[in-house]
């Protein structure tokens, strides 16, 4: 006579079936939720954290990078007015960053903007950033002096 | 691999914790674990043999999408500042993130003993066609790609999924 198989564990003849090992229900369960070293809880829940802090992040600079690489391509296309809305969309999302500013204070400019472009030249004044974009600003604040120079003596013969 | 299991640590934790999980979905008996260790491999999950081939190729496959996903999602906040402005731009958070997403997808392979074993039941004759055809494929790939592992494939998917997504995301974006 065939020996009745039983729990490999606790001996128990109520043996769950269509697994290969013999084990109880609840000894099975026992084994299914084997016990996760506290060092290891703690490393898991690190990664949690950086988990949280990510989807918290997420949304907003997947946002801003869509507009400031948005503005990137009205730049290239020409459309300064449009840029630079763009860059001042990605601003409310990289609220000082060197580079957003300074693409913001050049489509300003390029757009005719020159009051909202200048208060931005100012701050980004001895801020580190590109041998390119330094030279696109230095540009920018020559042509901004050289218009307001320009426009002065008018005034002066208008009074 | 034994370096790159320490400095990438909480990939090697994500993927046998996963495992775990995945076992206790299928309600498989964890024989013994373990969740990180210096030495090679970092890790492991023993489990009594599945009721179905289905089980087995999900405790296996699982883990994969559960390293990718998650490495994925928690390094793009902090690559897409680099990607952006440069990589001299990015605050400590996000090297961190950056550091701890691109760990996770980098374990995101089984063992090729592991794949090779998946590859083997999915494409069995008397695992079920929807097992076969779902599955089938998917493991050729994944032991084609723990295959690669041995040539640091592993790492450079790794770096490519932390890379290419965020860059994805912002293009679907814009």
């Known amino acids: 006579m065939p020996e009745t198989p039983t729990c490999q564990k606790c001996g128990s003849k109520a043996i769950e079936p269509r697994y290969e090992i013999p084990l109880c229900r609840r000894c099975r369960q026992a084994m299914i939720g084997h016990r996760i ?23 907003r600079l997947v ?28 601003l409310r999302f990289f609220p000082d960053d060197t ?44 042509e901004i002096n050289d218009r307001r120079a320009s426009a002065q003596p008018a005034q002066d013969n208008a009074h | 691999m034994g370096l790159i299991n320490i400095l990438t640590f909480p ?58 996903i998650l490495g994925a999602i928690i390094a793009t906040p902090g690559v897409i500042p680099l990607l952006l402005f440069g990589i001299d731009s990015g605050s400590v958070l996000d ?42 494929p998917l493991s050729w790939a994944i032991y084609l790609g723990s295959l690669g592992s041995l040539y640091w494939l592993d790492v450079v998917y790794g770096i490519a999924i932390v890379i290419l997504v965020p860059q994805l995301l912002l293009m679907l974006k814009g």
């Open chain 1, 99 to 142: 580079t957003v500013l300074a693409h913001l204070a050049i489509a300003y400019h390029r757009a005719g903007d020159d009051d909202d472009a200048q208060p931005i030249l100012y701050r980004l004044v001895g801020r580190t950033m590109s041998g390119d974009l330094k030279q696109a600003l230095g540009l920018c604040q020559k």
């Open chain 1, 37 to 59: 070293p506290d060092g290891i809880l703690a490393i898991a829940l690190l990664i949690l954290v950086g988990l949280a802090l990510a989807l918290v992040r997420l949304p």
């Open chain 2, 95 to 136: 090297y961190v993130l950056v550091w701890l997403g691109a760990s996770i997808a980098i374990h995101a392979f089984p063992t090729v003993e592991d794949a090779k074993i998946v590859k083997d039941i999915a494409n069995a004759k008397e695992t079920p066609a929807l097992t076969q055809v779902l599955g089938g």
């Open chain 2, 11 to 68: 990939g090697v934790v994500v993927h046998e914790l996963a495992r775990r999980f995945f076992c206790r979905l299928s309600r498989v008996a964890i024989l013994d674990a373990k969740y990180f260790g210096i030495g090679d491999p970092g890790g492991y999950v023993d489990y009594e043999p599945p009721r179905t081939a289905w089980q087995l190729v999900m405790i296996e496959i699982g883990p994969f999408f559960v390293n990718t």
């Open chain 1, 63 to 90: 946002e801003g990078g869509a507009a400031y690489q948005r503005g990137l391509a009205y730049e290239k296309a020409g459309e300064d007015e449009a840029a630079a809305k763009s860059y001042a969309a990605a």
